[in-house]
């Protein structure tokens, strides 16, 4: 072990320079230990005692004395190296004056750098979603809760308080809403109008408001809620809400709210409130009897490509039709060979497989579901359809691990495969949803699958008909006409609305004359 | 009511999934990411807690008469005691100590080793060997600095028969102490207890503390305040660099000792011992602090941090609205700057109560106002910016008397809070000098470290359950 120092004459650096020199001339090639110190008498002793220095050194505190500890012939270049860094003027990034502000960490930070914030969307994991919805509405914001898993104590907690602040609550687990023209989370660039929504489900509000774009209308407003908004316990306050600022709203003149049927305290509630807006209201509570719906300004609508028929319809002045639009013409029966008689729909949004259920079991009795509307249809295996079946793939049983069917095609195409399979299938329904949050290009996923069938049905001789609609719009970044084209293309034969798809494929399977106990 | 939204520009803060804002702005709206982790370390139901307590108006309320306190308290050096004449409840056979509470077994090296010089200097024990087995015995009672209304650097070993400084808030009337500072090298606030040490403590007993109450009473007073503020202005934070405000401080004192009967040659003494420490005035800043932070301590709902203090085995805070309720976790090992022949494996864990100078908004907090700092750690002046900016994003508000010429003039962000670093993650910075981890060594570098997040998850908690804060 060799030492070697070196005293460069009246030269000062201060303390702390030296300590940052001293640490980096410590990770010279072959050094052990560095120092470079004011030679002041302290100094010094504190250099012996650390063994740096041997000998007395002849240096006043006006001197840089460095003393360096290591390989001996490595020591001298070190030296060198360590006396040139000393005399090179400081970096010059000491002024650089590039300030590096810290994002914001918390909602609360981000109020600072975003003044008129007014709305929060929070899409963090559930356990944590409840905590941070309190502290936006404690500092006055709106809030999107996208998050699910969230409590339904907590759904409830959240609401009122947001309520007595005259604030509200969309979610949580609410997927789709469009403020101001403003599309959040999952949702389509649709045309601004007259015509406000507030749905409980996210995909039946991308259905009615693309609809609405479809048919020439637009949007002033489309308020989520979160599917248990109408729960009784949470007593539908995020619709009510919805509801009222939507009565209120001078650039709203028609209001369509969408809901699974609520409990029929929460339902009256809701109608006694519809009633009042003194504005039409169209009312799509999914499967509820229209009957129990319709009064004075409030219209029933059994779908929901119905209730945005009827808000058009009322927006443009004219009444809303009564019923359904009639079954549309059967283009499907020469596909069909001795034997496809099941439909099996193949779902990415879980409101249009539900619609489906709805739709076929009163066309077709039996209809089997991951989400049955009656307890009797759940599928027992939900990998495996058993005749008339529908799934929902955006269920958790099939989400769990992996992305979303709208976000990750796979697990849709796999079961496309298997259900083209099957020899008993006569039609498979399809949903196709485009909007922000969306796949960039579903039909291009599709269409290889598609045409797989077809191949693989050219050597049978037969394959199932593939039937399907896409939800969403001409602004959508997807672009709703190029995505319909190629799938026509392919050969799917689409319709504008789940509904319509629904009636095209019951009507296969029923002019083909095979449904059991039905004629 | 909701509609008003209606009226409004759309402005989102995005919470969660990037896409969402990245889509918002795509369609032509206006978002804000939050870089957002789960806050309270992952604690759920802290985090909830937390929840609770943002913009609560109980909170709010009792900051802003917490804040106020601190902000309006005038902390002026009005003499020079002793310890066990003038601090409040202190025992004969009593030694404090820096940080929170702890037991004579479980101190560090050097928190010892101080002890030992205490008893040595007190005269309870003839040597270290006897002090030790004074102390293991139980004879003696340790208590926090902060227990007393006094602070201490490092160790902060404080014994009955030491001399303090006086200092007094006159706008709320409570006072603050701290002891001497002895200078560098071997020091017994690093845990050194060898004769010269003693010989030293005894010389600043004897011949120091006479002339310094003298110098004090002529000069009538010594407002700290302003002249910490003045020396904010000539580069020192006035924790860890104190240049400039000991200077400030002699150029007081010289004419006033010159006034007194001090003999001549004490005087020069004096003026060479406190000239020969460019520390000296750091234990007056750490008792003008104190007085500052009493002062805004005890408003019941206030979630202002009231003291930040290390022990060298915990780093512990009070909180204004939780009493005298101390909320410790480990104390973690300083980054930093190591003098020759030492690393960060001879250094002690953080210690000493020099942090109160961050709590009252000086030191890390102004770093701003010294660059020169934060080449402790290889930065620049724009980090030293950066950092003083950070941390008014954790802070109640800014001390208007403190002003940073390198930010405008901007007041220095003082007043933590510990629902903004609970909820951000955001760690409050500290400048600070390293004690070697055996007693009696001494300093050994000096860096920058931050206050651990554990302290701030329980005082949320805690704080939580004094509020009942359900809604």
């Known amino acids: 072990m060799a030492r070697a120092t070196k005293i460069i004459r009246n030269f000062y650096r201060d303390s702390v320079s030296l300590m940052q020199l001293s640490a980096t001339f410590a990770k010279l090639p072959g050094v052990e230990q560095a120092s470079a110190v004011m030679a002041s008498p302290n100094n010094v002793s504190l250099l012996q005692e650390a063994g740096l220095l041997t000998e007395p050194v002849d240096a006043s505190a006006n001197d840089l004395l460095i003393a360096l500890q290591g390989d001996a012939d490595a020591l001298e270049a070190a030296l060198a190296a360590a006396e040139s860094a000393l005399k090179q003027p400081p970096p010059s990034s000491s002024g650089n004056g590039v300030s590096r502000s810290i994002l914001p960490r918390s909602i609360e930070m981000g109020l600072g750098n975003m003044v008129g914030a007014n709305l929060a969307l929070i899409s963090t994991p559930g356990e944590y979603a409840a905590a941070e919805a309190f502290k936006a509405l404690s500092l006055g914001l709106n809030v999107m809760l996208f998050s699910d898993n969230v409590e339904l104590k907590d759904e409830i907690a959240l609401k009122r308080f947001a309520q007595a602040r005259n604030l509200i609550v969309m979610g949580p687990d609410c997927g789709t809403a469009i403020i101001n023209g403003i599309p959040l989370a999952f949702a389509n660039v649709v045309r601004r109008g007259v015509i406000g929504v507030v749905g409980a489900s996210g995909t039946g509000l991308q259905q009615v408001t693309c609809l609405i774009d479809r048919w020439g209308g637009g949007i002033s407003q489309a308020i989520g809620t979160g599917g248990h908004d109408l729960h009784r316990d949470v007593g539908g306050i995020s619709m009510l809400q919805g509801l009222t600022a939507l009565a209120a709203d001078s650039s709203t003149s028609v209001i369509v709210l969408i809901s699974k049927p609520p409990s029929p305290e929460v339902a009256g509630r809701v109608l006694d409130a519809a009633v009042r807006a003194g504005k039409p209201v169209v009312v799509n509570f999914l499967g509820a009897d229209p009957a129990q719906v319709r009064r004075g300004n409030v219209f029933a609508a059994a779908t929901l490509e119905d209730a945005a028929a009827a808000a058009v319809a009322l927006a443009e002045g004219r009444n809303p039709g009564d019923g359904g639009p009639a079954r549309p013409p059967f283009p499907l029966t020469s596909f069909l060979a001795p034997g496809q008689r099941y439909i099996r729909g193949l779902y990415s949004g879980g409101t249009f497989c539900y619609e489906a259920s709805l739709l076929l079991k009163k066309e077709l009795g039996q209809v089997y579901s991951n989400t049955p509307v009656e307890p009797g249809d759940r599928l027992s295996d939900v990998w495996t359809s058993r005749q008339h079946t529908v799934v929902d793939l955006g269920d958790d049983l099939f989400t769990r691990g992996r992305p979303h069917p709208m976000i990750d095609h796979r697990l849709r195409n796999e079961r496309l495969l298997k259900e083209a399979a099957d020899p008993e299938v006569a039609v498979i329904l399809l949903d196709v949803v485009l909007g922000y949050g969306a796949h960039p290009d579903p039909a291009g996923e599709m269409v290889p699958v598609i045409q797989k069938v077809r191949d693989l049905a050219g050597k049978t001789g037969k394959h199932p008909a593939i039937v399907g609609f896409v939800c969403g719009t001409a602004a959508d970044p997807q672009n709703l006409s190029r995505q319909e084209a190629a799938l026509r293309e392919a050969g799917v034969i689409l319709a504008e609305s789940n509904a319509k798809a629904v009636r095209i494929a019951a009507t296969a399977v029923l002019e083909a004359g095979v449904v059991g106990g039905r004629s | ?471």
Not at chain 2, 131 to 138: H, I, T, Y
Not at chain 2, 343 to 359: H, R, V, W
Not at chain 2, 404 to 429: E, H, Y
């Open chain 2, 1 to 471: 009511m909701i509609q008003a939204l209606f009226q409004e520009k759309l402005q989102v803060l995005n919470v969660g999934l990037s896409s969402f804002a990245d889509s918002i702005a795509q369609a032509g709206g206006s978002a804000l990411q939050i870089e957002w982790a789960p806050p309270a370390q992952g604690r759920q139901e802290v985090g909830r807690e937390l929840a609770r307590l943002v913009n609560l108006s109980a909170v709010e309320i009792a900051n802003r008469t917490a804040f106020d306190a601190y902000q309006s308290a005038q902390p002026v050096l009005r003499g020079v005691g002793l310890a066990g004449q003038v601090l409040p409840n202190m025992a004969e056979r009593m030694i404090l100590h820096s940080g929170p509470p702890i037991a004579w077994n479980d101190m560090c090296g050097p928190m010892k080793g101080a002890i030992v010089g205490a008893i040595l200097y007190e005269g309870w024990a003839e040597n270290p060997a006897k002090a030790e087995a004074l102390a293991s015995r139980g004879e003696i009672t340790f208590e926090p600095c902060h227990h007393h209304s006094a602070v201490g650097p490092m160790a902060g070993a404080i014994s009955p028969s030491m001399p303090v400084w006086m200092v007094t808030n006159t706008t709320q009337g409570n006072q603050a102490f701290s002891n001497f500072n002895e200078g560098l090298g071997k020091a017994l606030r690093f845990g050194a207890n060898g004769p010269e040490v003693i010989a030293r403590l005894k010389w600043m007993g004897q011949v120091l503390a006479p002339a310094l109450r003298a110098g004090v009473e002529t000069l009538g007073g010594l407002e700290l305040k302003t002249l910490m503020a003045q020396a904010l202005h000539m580069g020192d934070e006035v924790h860890n660099r104190n240049v400039a405000a000991s200077s400030l401080f002699l150029k007081r004192l010289i004419s006033a000792l010159l006034k007194t009967r001090t003999p001549a040659a004490n005087i020069a003494a004096v003026v060479d011992f406190i000239a020969g420490n460019d520390h000296f005035f750091l234990n007056l800043s750490m008792a003008a602090c104190k007085a500052m932070l009493d002062a805004a301590h005890g408003v019941s709902g206030s979630s202002m941090v009231t003291a930040m203090a290390r022990n060298g085995v915990e780093f512990g805070i009070r909180v204004s609205g939780t009493g005298g309720q101390w909320f410790t976790t480990a104390a973690p090992v300083v980054d930093g700057l190591f003098f020759p022949g030492y690393t960060t494996a001879d250094a002690a864990p953080d210690l000493g109560d020099s942090a109160i100078t961050e709590t009252a908004g000086v030191g890390g907090f102004a770093m701003a106002a010294s660059p020169a700092i934060v080449k402790f750690v290889g930065g620049t002046p724009q980090d030293a910016i950066d950092n003083t900016t950070t941390m008014t994003h954790i802070t109640l508000g800014r001390n208007n008397a403190f002003t940073l010429p390198s930010m405008n003039f901007a007041g220095s962000p003082a007043g933590i809070d510990i629902r903004k670093v609970v909820d951000t993650g955001i760690q409050p910075i500290i400048n600070t000098g390293i004690a070697h981890r055996d007693a009696g060594v001494g300093q050994i570098g000096a860096g920058i470290t931050h206050a651990p997040l554990g302290c701030f998850t329980q005082a949320v908690s805690a704080l939580a359950h004094a509020v009942g804060g359900s809604e």
